[in-house]
């Protein structure tokens, strides 16, 4: 059993332990997703370093990444214009063949992530900004879906959530370098960086 408990004093003032203990969940499931689809990029004969990285990160470096107090997934929450309209598909018909292609982040996981963002949208808008840089407006679009809204997104459309920063391979790499140190002095200033870059985009994005 993993222990959850996040340890950076300067941040822990901004949560609850029931809002750490999902998001370090999912991030923990995230990482273990992007380090699988790393060791199946790794070519023969021989890893890069960012593939090298990911295996000898182990599940102690893994954890110490997921215990990151904002999803390392972007699904577009600054972004309302995404949200306005929800997809009125029934989970059971058949998703056209473009959209059938799947990313690295398995349906399970997609709906997870779905359904944190619309509890918090509906419960904890604060914190919703935080942990998932969530805009005012894109958080009044998602409470406003169905569970079934949410199924058919992640069924029809999984292409559109997907890791953070995943056209930065420099911001992981970043990432990966300071949760190989046993310190969490550059993974604190990490997470202090992702909190201000979600919240410099949800402030660009507003109308």
Do not use: K
Not at 137 to 156: I, K, N, T, Y
Not at 187 to 192: D, F, I, P, V
Request: aromatic share 6%; proline share 8%.
């Amino acid at each position: 059993m993993l222990d959850l408990q996040y340890p950076a004093a300067g941040l822990r003032s901004l949560w609850d332990a029931a809002l750490l203990e999902p998001v370090t969940e999912l991030n923990a499931e995230v990482l273990e997703a992007l380090a699988a689809a790393a060791a199946r990029a790794a070519p023969p004969g021989g890893a890069p370093a960012p593939q090298w990285q990911w295996r000898a990160l182990g599940e102690a470096g893994r954890l110490r990444l997921a215990r990151t107090p904002l999803l390392l997934v972007d699904a577009g929450f600054a972004r309302p214009e995404c949200w306005c309209a929800a997809p009125r598909a029934a989970v059971h018909e058949a998703v056209p063949a473009p959209l059938a292609q799947r990313g690295v982040l398995a349906t399970p996981l997609l709906r997870r992530v779905l359904l944190l963002a619309w509890h918090l949208a509906r419960t904890n808008r604060p914190c919703a900004r935080i942990a998932l840089g969530m805009s005012a407006a894109c958080a009044g679009a998602v409470a406003s879906w169905r569970f079934a809204d949410l199924e058919a997104l992640a069924e029809q459309r999984p292409a559109w959530i997907r890791p953070r920063w995943q056209d930065r391979p420099e911001v992981w790499q970043a990432w990966l370098n300071a949760a190989l140190q046993e310190s969490s002095q550059e993974l604190e200033r990490l997470r202090l960086w992702a909190i201000q870059s979600l919240a410099a985009e949800v402030t660009a994005a507003r109308p």
